[in-house]
């Protein structure tokens, strides 16, 4: 069973268990338009909402500072370094509950501090429970006492620098593993001893196996962007880690969307965990405006062209279907003279590092991604997502434009869907429960595709030529080898059955074959 500790629209009931009954937290509320009651059993304090209008952001109803969050003096420090005074709603209902040593479900947006939902509760404890701790030696070989497991190397990354900045005045060490670099470094930080442990699954297990790594003193574990390394197939990575880890400790569970196979896996690794969610799932922010065009898909290139044109868009970001399909675009928008850049899984960790690195700096105005990007990127300032290829599904559609609008900020998500994709498109309304507002004022397109030079689409598949009126998947050229001649001259003597000869033919029919034509 979840103790749960819900903000939904006015009229519905909400759970909140958080430790300051009877305290400024509930006295919040009760100013937000919430009346207090309890439940059967008398305990867990039951908020149900007035009527009164509360604004998507629980800031704008509950005036809450990170310093009545009793977080320990140098994290508080670090956190006003940072530039930070005033907690999100999931920051605001899992702080609290995780502080108390509660195991935690969190479901909120993307964009809305889920890292620092569960970074600054880890410091916390790992300081000493607010005490002042003098530095200390680091004993050689000091096993983790947090693991935090993410499913990207950029989503790593990304964790590994806000426990940097956030606990940046005490005495805690902290690495980041992961794959598609060596490993060399990364064994020598865990033989220096390390607090705080951020990895991806496939290399943890690795450097387990290797005898580098000892997780039997993890005191608590975190499982961010769960619902993407269950659809990377981490799953069963993820479950030998836990099997590893003590039973006795302390299990945070971050997720941007809560499905069937996730409330599963929540249910056999958390320890009556309170279920916090700030928003329906796979609900997209309000700050984000939403817009499809119904363009084919070989003016896609020429629409993004045109659109570039315009000085308002600036840091974007295109999500692609293929890897393949990312570089043949950067290829024409650098035709066009317009400065993009692809990221994806075939590129180095080493290149990928880079890219990002030019696009925070802004030296890149256009980022082209697949999917892998959608829950690693956390770059401030990206006024624009284009999806270029409509996402498999809602959820993948949420995390691509989460990555705009973030930290309270607005951001434009633009969507080209061809007739092939209309299903898609259907799909993800109903899901998000939103109708995207349909662009009608296109622009000319040329005649012929907008494409590189032999491609039709955005994944680069070869094809003929066809007419300007033709609409829908791009037609493959006929392989006669493989497909076996349906018309045409006979086929030479000893072919099998099925029209394929025994020896491969090279340009057509054999001199033979044509004599007895």
């Not at 850049?341 to 690195?357: F, L, V």
């Not at 082209?368 to 401030?380: P, Q």
């Not at 349906?486 to 394929?500: D, H, K, N, T, V």
């Amino acid at each position: 069973s979840y103790r749960a500790a819900w903000i939904h629209p006015p009229g519905t009931p909400t759970l909140h268990p958080n430790p300051w009954r009877s305290g400024p937290l509930e006295q919040r509320f009760n100013a937000g338009g919430f009346d207090r009651m309890h439940d059967a059993s008398g305990d867990i304090p039951v908020f149900q909402h007035t009527g009164t209008p509360i604004h998507p952001d629980l800031r704008e109803s509950i005036h809450m500072s990170f310093t009545e969050l009793r977080l320990a003096e140098p994290v508080l420090r670090a956190v006003a370094t940072e530039g930070y005074t005033t907690p999100t709603p999931i920051q605001a209902l899992a702080i609290p509950e995780a502080l108390q040593g509660n195991d935690v479900l969190g479901c909120a947006q993307t964009g809305t501090g889920k890292t620092c939902a569960f970074a600054l509760p880890i410091l916390h404890r790992l300081s000493g429970l607010g005490e002042q701790v003098a530095p200390r030696k680091v004993a050689y070989g000091r096993a983790p006492r947090a693991l935090v497991l993410c499913p990207t190397r950029e989503l790593a990354s990304q964790i590994f620098d806000s426990f940097v900045a956030y606990g940046r005045h005490l005495s805690l060490r902290h690495t980041v593993v992961y794959g598609g670099v060596g490993q060399g470094r990364q064994v020598q930080a865990m033989r220096n001893g390390v607090d705080v442990l951020v990895a991806t699954p496939g290399r943890l297990l690795d450097l387990i196996n290797q005898g580098h790594i000892d997780l039997r003193k993890i005191e608590i574990l975190v499982l961010d962007e769960a619902d993407r390394m269950l659809d990377m197939g981490f799953m069963p990575d993820i479950r030998k880690i836990v099997d590893m880890l003590p039973e006795e400790r302390q299990t945070l569970f971050f997720s941007a969307t809560m499905s069937a196979p996730i409330r599963k896996l929540a249910d056999t690794i958390l320890n009556n965990p309170v279920s916090v969610q700030t928003a329906r799932e796979s609900a997209t922010a309000d700050a984000i405006a939403q817009r499809v065009y119904m363009v084919e898909r070989r003016n896609k290139p020429q629409l993004l062209e045109n659109l570039l044109g315009d000085g308002e868009i600036a840091r974007t970001l295109v999500f692609t279907r293929t890897k393949f399909g990312a570089d043949r675009l950067v290829k024409y928008l650098r035709s066009a003279s317009i400065h993009a850049d692809a990221i994806h899984g075939n590129k180095s960790q080493n290149a990928r590092t880079k890219t990002m690195r030019a696009f925070k700096s802004g030296s890149t105005r256009v980022l082209v991604a697949t999917d892998i990007a959608s829950r690693g990127i956390d770059v401030d300032d990206i006024t624009h997502v284009v999806n270029f290829d409509m996402p498999i599904d809602a959820e993948t559609y949420v995390h691509r434009i989460g990555r705009t609008a973030r930290a309270g900020a607005s951001g434009v998500a633009l969507s080209f869907c061809d007739r092939d994709e209309r299903g898609v498109l259907r799909a993800i309304e109903r899901r998000t429960q939103i109708q995207l507002e349909v662009v009608r004022d296109l622009p000319e397109f040329a005649p012929s595709s907008g494409l590189p030079k032999g491609t039709d689409d955005s994944s680069g598949t070869p094809s003929r030529p066809r007419p300007a009126r033709a609409y829908g998947p791009p037609r493959q050229k006929h392989n006669r080898q493989q497909d076996g001649p349906s018309q045409g001259p006979p086929r030479s003597r000893g072919a099998r059955p099925g029209g394929r000869s025994s020896r491969p033919a090279k340009g057509g029919p054999s001199r033979r074959s044509s004599r007895v034509g």
